[in-house]
């Protein structure tokens, strides 16, 4: 067995065969505590600062140890890395047999049951030609294609409304009772996946459908060693959602949708059932209709002061029950139908118990309207316990891991949420020097974030260093209000001429591409930038951060959770809110260094950095910059930069 000094070593087989390699210490010591995890079944938490290159640092480990192991990653992006680049590159390296499948949601896989439906129903469901030709063109990829992934037909965009049509649900698949059951992709995958050494999946599939084995995957995680969660940061949110119960108004027009396709094949005699289900569909729609507003989350308590919601809710029960009895009386007529009862049941048990009282003690319960469905959400308050359950269930490894995830190197935040207690935890700072990379600027002179002209005062406190920077910065916002904001004021600002890139204008990998390619733009965006964001060298040397990104206090599942905390005695600011803002703050602020060579600012324009005892706390939680409050050693930094800067060029709509 290779030893993981020598793996890592100058002239080791990574640094042979992997291009770019580096010799880390942080690296091989991350390695060698993990090797220890797996070897002793533990749970590690673990920081890693960028550069430390913990991505080998876990797969190194995790190859050489053998045994099943299922590797989780916050994006479907960041899962085909690992799949395509990394565990092929260190599989190469090391030269080991290991056979690794790539596992995704089944709404990327093409459903053969549901295209030919949809094959057999053109004129009922599709109206426009464009659908009707990339509904030909999924028909002939079915036919071939090993896989059914719908990232490997790029003519049919991937956010086409023709997907929803031909791919499945966990509502709408008929599992083993599905004619197409023998050739499904879904369960091919699932299949290679149960028999491969390594299991890449993502955080939304990993406990939508692996922990809580709600789907055909219940023998993946008994059968495995080792559970590995890249990006663990965002665990705790996606915990929250999973480990909840919610409904839309979307997934009941689905329904009625599909029943509707069902009981004309198979009941077409059978008129109440047609009623109960127009019915059906009605109410979900004046349900959505109750609620004025749009993007918003609402508590339970605020939801039933609109007039119209209590009642729409009622009646919706109402029509429900008599869909689901309807339905149940022609179940036995065809498999679809049988399937559309119990589908409707479930949503009627779900509704119900969100509706009644102490039904759903140790959850909160809120509303989120969207522009087309409105959502009933009941979140767990706290996820520990329920983690917990999981993690105790069989003996194995976890990891967790980030380069996010503690405060001043203080865990216990993290393990708190997620019933970590008790875990082993880690700490590397990232190798890149700072002190000479990265400099620190919180402007002087800024109001308090609450006052009405906030944002304009960033702006004009921003734009000497856009200028001193040459552009090549972005602008991140904490709401998207105040991002609308920057783009107006930067769009008018005399003297002032450098691209601007506008989070919405484009997908997010459109942008970060043009963004590159310019070389001098200002990208203004909101959470999306955040996190997940690789911009390597010139074209980004200044990152502005609007305000401290605490979560707005009016959340209904923050607020329940504070009001919680606070009834136990608990200083939830401390315990709960501060530490989820440094979180946040350490991911905004890491898109700025992400090499040896990189340099630039990083620009913090809330006073309350300074102004407030805690502070001291989120500054000292950042990489170990140079800090200033002074913009000519801002002006300077910029001015002393090694590489030569690129002529802006006009803005887009100045040209
Ligand atoms: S088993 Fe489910 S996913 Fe597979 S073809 Fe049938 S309905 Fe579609």
Not at 117 to 135: K, P
């Amino acid at each position: 067995m290779l030893e993981l000094e020598s793996i890592f070593s100058p002239g080791g087989v990574l640094s042979r065969h992997i291009a770019g390699f580096h010799v880390r210490s942080q690296q091989v010591e991350m390695a060698r505590a993990i090797t220890s995890t797996i070897e002793n079944h533990r749970i590690l938490v673990a920081e890693a600062g960028t550069g430390t290159g913990k991505t080998l640092a876990y797969l190194v480990p995790a190859l050489l140890a053998g045994g099943k192991v299922i590797i989780s990653t916050g994006t479907k992006t960041l899962q085909d890395q690992l799949f395509k680049r990394d565990i092929p590159a260190a599989r190469a390296a090391l030269k080991l047999p290991v056979s690794v499948a790539l596992l995704k949601g089944r709404a990327n896989y093409v459903c053969h049951y549901h295209l030919e439906r949809s094959l057999q129903d053109t004129q009922l469901t599709f109206v426009n030609r464009e659908e009707i030709r990339y509904l030909q063109w999924i028909e002939r990829y079915a036919g071939y294609s090993k896989d059914g992934d719908k990232s490997g037909l790029s003519e049919v965009p991937e956010h086409a409304a023709i997907w929803q049509f031909v791919t499945s649900t966990r509502d709408n698949c008929l599992g083993s009772d599905c004619p197409s059951y023998k050739r499904c992709f879904v369960m091919e995958a699932r299949k290679q996946a149960m028999s491969a050494d390594i299991v890449v999946v993502n955080h939304h599939l990993f406990f939508a459908d692996v922990m809580l084995r709600d789907e055909g995957l219940s023998e993946l995680l008994p059968a495995c060693n080792t559970v590995i969660f890249d990006e663990a940061h965002q665990l705790p949110e996606t915990a929250s959602l999973f480990f909840g119960e919610s409904v839309s108004t979307g997934q009941l027009l689905d329904l009625a949708r599909d029943a509707k396709i069902e009981a004309l094949k198979a009941a077409r005699d059978f008129t109440p059932l047609q009623d109960a289900i127009t019915a059906t569909d009605k109410a979900a729609r004046d349900l959505r209709l109750a609620v004025a507003e749009e993007n918003t989350r609402i508590a339970l308590s605020e939801a039933f002061r609109y007039p119209g919601f209590k009642p729409a809710l009622d009646q919706l029960l109402e029509q429900l029950d008599a869909l689901v009895g309807a339905l149940e009386s022609q179940a036995e007529r065809s498999e679809g139908l049988e399937h559309c009862w119990h589908r409707a049941d479930n949503h009627l048990q779900l509704i119900r118990r969100w509706h009644d009282d102490g039904e759903m003690d140790g959850y909160v319960r809120w509303i989120e309207v969207f522009h087309h469905a409105l959502q009933l959400h009941a979140t767990p308050l706290s996820i520990a316990g329920i983690f917990q359950k999981q993690l105790a269930a069989s003996l194995r490894a976890w990891i967790f891991t980030s380069a996010t995830l503690s405060v001043k190197k203080d865990f216990s935040h993290y393990n708190h949420e997620m019933g970590l207690d008790g875990a082993q935890t880690a700490s590397w700072d990232s190798p890149f020097d700072y002190g000479a990379q990265a400099l620190l600027y919180v402007p002087q002179g800024l109001p308090e974030p609450q006052q009405k002209d906030y944002t304009d005062r960033v702006v004009a406190a921003a734009l000497p260093v856009l200028r001193a920077s040459k552009g090549r910065a972005f602008f991140l916002c904490t709401s998207l209000r105040a991002m609308q904001r920057v783009y107006e004021l930067l769009q008018v600002a005399d003297d002032f001429d450098f691209p601007l890139l506008l989070q919405g204008q484009g997908s997010r990998s459109y942008l970060l591409d043009s963004f590159r390619t310019i070389g001098n733009a200002i990208l203004i965006g909101s959470q999306s930038f955040w996190e997940g964001v690789d911009v390597r060298g010139e074209a980004l040397s200044l990152v502005i951060i609007d305000k401290l990104p605490f979560a707005p206090p009016d959340d209904p599942v923050l607020s329940a959770r504070i009001e919680k905390m606070t009834n136990e005695g608990r200083n939830a600011f401390m315990d709960y809110q501060l530490p989820r803002a440094v979180i946040s703050l350490k991911q905004g602020a890491g898109r700025l260094i992400r090499d040896e060579t990189d340099h630039g600012v990083l620009m913090i324009c809330d006073p309350r950095l300074i102004t407030k005892a805690y502070g001291k706390q989120i500054w000292q939680s950042l990489p170990p910059m140079k800090r200033t409050r002074d913009l000519t050693e801002v002006e300077n930094f910029f001015a002393a930069g090694r590489q030569p800067l690129i002529q802006p060029r006009l803005n887009q709509h100045q040209e």
